[in-house]
């Protein structure tokens, strides 16, 4: 082997540079992430998120140890009990909003309730964000037992664990805009699929809120769904991206996911949902998305179950939306 000489020294001396280079920024794209680009998404931990995913996987832990939660049932009351207690203590102006429904099996009366959770009241212009908290009365896809148990880990738990936490974060949000948070009753209420309705709760709220029966105006609405499944695939729904009120909406909070460089919000469409967005939209003219993972396997089956939630989704989705607050409530 020949000594290299001066002019092979430099050379070798600019790829390596190069090298060295082109490795510093490979870094910090991992670190950062690129707008629109999953590929150079970091790969978070729950102690780097500034939202305490632990604790609202604690909360769902106990909304589930609460048993199943279809609406007037004794889990449902106890569930009630327990966040009326919690926001109440966190600052907040909590409210029931009550109404009544035949039962569709034997024409019972059955009583719900929505609870409406206000943070900073005087201001009238505000953002709704909201999440079912009642669980549908059998878990009807569940292939061996369709009349068993659902305890609604992600499909139910997941979206009120998540603003258990975020009410932490009420209080100090500065800007114009108000919040209120609210849990829909009713939203799977439903025995028979070719027969029953959908959306009770949020269906008597929109109809309130366009009779002018409510002392706020909406800027916009958030729905937060099936959120806490371990492996988190949040695409754009369809309906929300497809309207031409909600599509900014949309673009704006899978924006925010990309600037904090997290892989799980996947800007583009898939599933077409309905859910609680639609008859807020349509009925209370309250420009509403969906924010679902409609891809989780354990949907309306017995396995729907804490075990198969994350910790870490409850942080990301958390995160992005307490970033998405606090730019928007200016």
Not at 23 to 52: C, H, K
Not at 225 to 240: C, G, K, T, V, Y
Not at 267 to 295: S, Y
């Amino acid at each position: 082997m020949s000594k290299p000489n001066g002019q092979t020294i430099f050379l070798w001396a600019c790829i390596l540079g190069g090298a060295a280079l082109l490795g510093g920024l490979v870094l910090m794209y991992e670190n950062q992430g690129v707008a629109g680009n999953p590929s150079t998404a970091r790969r978070w931990t729950l102690e780097q998120i500034p939202f305490d995913g632990a604790r609202a996987y604690e909360y769902l832990r106990q909304i589930c140890d609460l048993g199943p939660r279809p609406s007037a049932s004794p889990g449902m009351l106890a569930q009630q009990e327990m966040l009326v207690e919690h926001f109440q203590k966190l600052g907040g102006k909590v409210n029931l909003q009550q109404f009544r429904i035949r039962h569709p099996r034997d024409g019972s009366e059955v009583r719900m309730a929505n609870l409406m959770v206000r943070w900073h009241p005087e201001r009238k212009e505000r953002i709704l964000l909201c999440a079912h908290y009642d669980t549908r009365p059998f878990p009807d896809r569940d292939p061996i037992n369709p009349r068993g148990t659902f305890l609604g880990a992600n499909d139910g738990a997941s979206g009120v664990a998540l603003l258990m936490e975020l009410a932490r974060q009420m209080p100090q949000l500065r800007g114009k805009l108000g919040v209120d948070f609210v849990l829909f009753d009713g939203e799977e209420f439903v025995f028979n699929d070719d027969t029953d309705i959908y959306f009770l709760g949020s269906e008597y709220f929109a109809r309130e809120y366009a009779a002018g029966r409510l002392d706020s105006r909406y800027r916009f609405g958030i729905v937060l769904d099936m959120i806490a499944d371990a492996d988190l695939q949040l695409f754009e729904e369809r309906n929300s991206v497809a309207w031409r009120e909600t599509r900014p909406l949309v673009k704006d909070i899978w924006s925010v996911a990309a600037r904090l460089a997290l892989r799980e919000f996947i800007p583009q469409p898939k599933h077409e949902v309905r859910d609680d967005h639609l008859p807020l939209r349509n009925t209370g003219k309250i420009p509403t998305i969906a924010i679902i993972d409609f891809d989780y396997p354990f949907w309306h089956t017995e396995a729907d179950t804490a075990d198969k939630c994350s910790a870490l989704s409850l942080a990301k989705v958390g995160w992005v939306m307490h970033e998405w607050l606090k730019k928007s409530v200016k």
